[in-house]
């Protein structure tokens, strides 16, 4: 059982797969009234908005670019702001991207009272991320836009999975197997954890 008040972070390749298995997640009774914070959808769906700010999303997703840490931060803290209600589990998809916007929700975290984020890091390889992506089909998942995500998962993702490591509040899962076998192995490394 996971204990309320906890927030999980998901990272990964693009492709890794971190959706499928938070929505295994949502499915066990202990997650049952969750929260889950989705800032890459997010960032999808406001980028069809005509508004200077919003157009200039659109550019850096179409292009398949990281959107700069204090847009997708600020993102995150205002779905945060808008669904937290109490201690419910927080599970978060498409953020941290960085290592300061790990650091900027470890903070933000310590200043609702909680406790610091427990990262879990669903590991595939980039010739099987890019294969899933281009079966996938979004928009941007052009070949440029692929490689360029493969790039800065390497630059600006990997530290921040360091920083968890170094804290001890990582939970690393390979992420090539079914989808189910996936889920099991993550379920197995998330009651040790919190055991």
Known sequence: ????????????????????????????????????????????????????????AKDVLDRGARQP?????????????EKLKSDEILVSSG???????????????????????????VEVSPPEATKRLFARGRTDDNKKGIAERMAWFETDVMPAVEYYSEEKRLIEVGGEPS????????????EKYFR
């Open 179 to 190: 989808p189910e076998e996936v889920f099991k192995e993550l379920e197995e490394k998330l």
């Open 69 to 81: 840490d204090w847009f997708a931060f600020s993102l995150w803290l205002f779905l945060v702001g």
């Open 1 to 56: 059982m996971i204990s309320k008040s906890t927030t999980l972070v998901f990272l990964g390749r693009s492709g890794s797969g971190k959706d499928t298995q938070i929505d295994f997640l949502f499915k066990r009774p202990d997650f049952a009234g969750a929260i889950r914070t989705d800032t890459g959808g997010r960032f999808r769906e406001l980028a069809q908005r005509d508004s200077v700010l919003w157009k200039k």
């Open 95 to 121: 953020s941290p991207r960085s290592l300061r916007e790990a650091r900027l929700i470890d903070e933000a975290l310590a200043f609702m009272e909680r406790p610091l984020a427990v990262a879990v890091l």
